[in-house]
């Protein structure tokens, strides 16, 4: 491949998350943990839940969002400190 033809990827961007990133991020976790060794074979992931239930009690003490051409592909949720 040519350098210089392939699509342009602008560079990644972290951002707070907001209201419409919920379902994504919720997305992401379910995903990253998918089939996970941690998991017995062919149980569900759940946790995504934990960040779900951290931000429905106002737990969650900061979450950003990675991004690359407006389209998230990384999280990172940050539970308040103990």
């Known amino acids: 491949m040519k350098i210089g033809s392939y699509p342009r ?3 990644m961007k972290i951002r707070p998350e907001d209201t419409t990133d919920v ?3 919720s997305e992401i976790h379910y995903t990253a943990f998918k ?9 569900e992931p ?3 839940r934990i960040v779900e239930r951290l931000r429905d009690s106002g737990e ?3 979450s ?6 407006g389209n ?3 999280i990172l949720p940050c539970p308040p400190p103990l």
């Open 35 to 43: 089939n996970h060794p941690q998991h017995e074979p062919g149980a």
């Open 64 to 69: 950003l969002v990675a991004e690359i051409n």
């Open 46 to 48: 759940v946790e995504h």
């Open 23 to 25: 379902s994504v991020i």
């Open 9 to 11: 990827v602008d560079r």
């Open 60 to 62: 969650l003490a900061l």
């Open 72 to 74: 998230a592909i990384g």
